[in-house]
């Protein structure tokens, strides 16, 4: 049985094939204004890729802030639940914190060893640290996102971002290439920030181990040390960050029709 779980993010379109509990495939897409061409887009290369048929289908489900916006969806499901199930079933039940940094937001997500939703805090008041965040000091830098990581390892005299909001920072980043600071300093202290603004996210929040990093920006190696470090814990990341929660909108959708 062939389910579908479409994250409708603010940054990313994420569109993901499973079969049962077994990942088939997924991509993703910038979001744009035209949402449901791309999520169409993206079903039909899917579907052209897994080699299915529509009647193969058992139905999609919807997730992320653009949950209600498409119009083929059999199930919308929030995106802290099909979180929590994805990363669950992808960690083969060792998840008990996720750190998610999603296009606009940050969250912290405790789950039980059945991915139920425990306790969770998000910031969703400021960009700062969230994938926009990235892509802005990306343009600024002149650097790739996905070159961030190797360029931070690279770093010879990290440099401090004071600012906690994306707006100054932004003319923290222009203040500091006007002095000659080098662009490998100023993301390793970006990096660096990003670490410091969710380790006061957590606040009183106990980070339970296993603890797994995901969302688009998990695959800079670069700020998955720096959150290491900050935290001074292990953090475990997935194979595929990006679709974790697209995964979990599928598994969930799978089971209640397996129920049903």
Same mark, same amino acid.
């Given at each position: 049985?062939?389910?579908?779980?479409?994250?409708?993010?603010?940054?990313?379109?994420?569109?993901?094939? &499973?079969?049962?509990?077994?990942?088939?495939?997924?991509? *993703?897409?910038?979001?744009?204004?035209?949402?449901?061409?791309?999520?169409?887009?993206?079903?039909?290369? $899917?579907?052209?890729?897994?080699?299915?048929?529509? %009647?193969?289908?058992?139905?999609?489900?919807?997730?992320?802030?653009?949950?209600?916006?498409?119009?083929?969806?059999?199930?919308?499901?929030?995106?802290? #639940?099909?979180? *929590?199930?994805?990363?669950?079933?992808?960690?083969?039940?060792?998840?008990?914190?996720?750190?998610?940094?999603?296009?606009?937001?940050?969250?912290?997500?405790?789950?039980?060893?059945?991915?139920?939703?425990?306790?969770?805090? =998000?910031?969703?008041?400021?960009?700062?640290?969230?994938?926009?965040?990235?892509?802005?000091?990306?343009?600024?830098?002149?650097?790739?996102?996905? +070159?961030?990581?190797?360029?931070?390892?690279?770093?010879?005299?990290?440099?401090? &971002?004071?600012?906690?909001?994306?707006?100054?920072? %932004? #003319?923290?980043?222009?203040?500091?290439?006007? =002095? $000659?600071? #080098?662009?490998?300093?100023?993301?390793?202290?970006?990096?660096?920030?990003?670490?410091?603004?969710?380790?006061?996210?957590?606040?009183?929040?106990?980070?339970? +181990?296993?603890?797994?990093?995901?969302?688009?920006? *998990?695959?800079?190696?670069?700020?998955?040390?720096?959150?290491?470090?900050?935290?001074?814990?292990? &953090?475990?990341?997935?194979?595929?960050?990006?679709?974790?929660?697209?995964?979990?909108?599928?598994?969930?959708? #799978? %089971?209640? =029709?397996?129920?049903?």
């Amino acid at each position: 049985m062939i389910t579908i779980g479409i994250d409708l993010g603010t940054a990313a379109i994420k569109v993901v094939f &499973i079969d049962k509990d077994n990942f088939l495939w997924g991509k *993703a897409l910038p979001t744009l204004p035209q949402h449901v061409k791309i999520c169409e887009q993206l079903l039909k290369e $899917g579907m052209e890729t897994v080699s299915v048929k529509k %009647e193969d289908i058992a139905g999609i489900a919807t997730t992320g802030y653009g949950k209600r916006l498409f119009p083929g969806s059999k199930k919308i499901i929030d995106e802290i #639940s099909a979180n *929590a199930v994805g990363a669950c079933v992808l960690s083969k039940r060792r998840a008990r914190t996720i750190i998610n940094i999603g296009g606009q937001d940050v969250k912290v997500i405790k789950v039980s060893p059945e991915g139920k939703v425990e306790d969770f805090k =998000m910031n969703d008041k400021c960009a700062a640290g969230t994938g926009r965040f990235f892509e802005m000091a990306g343009r600024i830098l002149d650097a790739p996102v996905g +070159e961030f990581g190797d360029l931070s390892f690279q770093s010879l005299s990290q440099v401090c &971002i004071n600012s906690t909001c994306a707006v100054f920072a %932004e #003319s923290e980043i222009v203040s500091l290439l006007s =002095m $000659g600071k #080098s662009r490998n300093d100023i993301i390793a202290g970006l990096h660096k920030s990003v670490a410091r603004r969710i380790s006061e996210l957590t606040g009183s929040l106990y980070l339970e +181990e296993a603890i797994y990093l995901d969302g688009g920006p *998990a695959a800079n190696k670069g700020l998955n040390l720096a959150i290491k470090e900050e935290l001074m814990r292990d &953090i475990n990341v997935f194979e595929r960050p990006q679709f974790t929660v697209a995964f979990g909108a599928a598994i969930i959708l #799978s %089971e209640k =029709m397996s129920v049903n």
